[in-house]
T-cell receptor, first 115, second 115 residues
Framework: DAGVTQSPTHLIKTRGQHVTLRCSPI?????VSWYQQVLGQGPQFIFQ???????GRGNFPDRFSARQFPNYSSELNVNALLLGDSALYLC??????????????FGPGTRLTVT | AQSVSQHNHHVILSEAASLELGCNYS??????LFWYVQYPGQHLQLLLK????DPLVKGIKGFEAEFIKSKFSFNLRKPSVQWSDTAEYFC?????????????WGLGTSLAVNP
């Protein structure tokens, strides 16, 4: 079975530009979460989506937005890129969300470099 | 605020040495606890998890962790490390955020095992 897939693998953008990152969850998983991982730090939570609805949002500016499609894939959009947005962007999928226990499965990430 | 603290940022060991990585969290409610590993050039993988029941959990590759509720700790252990254990290790806590849970990460511990 395919794991979580993300595209593109690497991306180089210029300050002020816009970027769209894509994620396909494991088949049967209905939730997708996005994380930003800066070198030397742990992942920081950006968004969680479940059944196409936003279920959680981290402390990121409004330049960051996301959506989930009917097939449960997801896009993360970042507008007006800043140098500080350079990071590894991780997507994770899970079968469900909510207050019960569940684990997340991570994709390989998209390495974004802003120059 | 909810947080996860990993005490050791960089650990260097020789093969066959014992390993213990500390993880403490600040959250008073019910938690799910995880240790993830990131091998060089690879994506995050789940080592082990605790949801409920026996506080001593065993994961892949000989790793184990003990949940001590009174100490808000979830330390990772391995009796004898191998060179192939060289990686970044992350402790994460799935804490309730409204009607959902949010995965909160520690900064990570970089482990280097010398052959």
């Amino acid at each position: 079975d395919a794991g979580v897939t993300q595209s593109p693998t690497h991306l180089i953008k210029t300050r002020g530009q816009h970027v769209t990152l894509r994620c396909s969850p494991i088949s049967g998983h209905k939730s997708v979460s996005w994380y930003q991982q800066v070198l030397g730090q742990g992942p920081q939570f950006i968004f969680q989506y479940y059944e196409k609805e936003e279920r959680g949002r981290g402390n990121f500016p409004d330049r960051f937005s996301a959506r989930q499609f009917p097939n449960y894939s997801s896009e993360l959009n970042v507008n007006a890129l800043l140098l500080g947005d350079s990071a590894l962007y991780l997507c994770a999928s899970s079968p469900t969300v909510g207050t019960g226990g569940y684990e997340q499965y991570f994709g390989p990430g998209t390495r974004l470099t802003v120059t | 605020a909810q947080s996860v603290s990993q005490h050791n940022h960089h650990v260097i060991l020789s093969e066959a040495a014992s390993l213990e990585l500390g993880c403490n969290y600040s959250y008073g409610g019910t938690v799910n606890l995880f240790w993830y590993v990131q091998y060089p050039g690879q994506h995050l993988q789940l080592l082990l998890k605790y949801f409920s029941g026996d506080p001593l959990v065993k994961g892949i590759k000989g790793f184990e962790a003990e949940f001590i509720k009174s100490k808000f700790s979830f330390n990772l252990r391995k009796p004898s490390v191998q060179w192939s254990d060289t990686a970044e290790y992350f402790c994460a806590v799935n804490a309730r955020a409204g009607n959902n849970r949010k995965l909160i990460w520690g900064l990570g511990t970089s482990l280097a095992v010398n052959p």
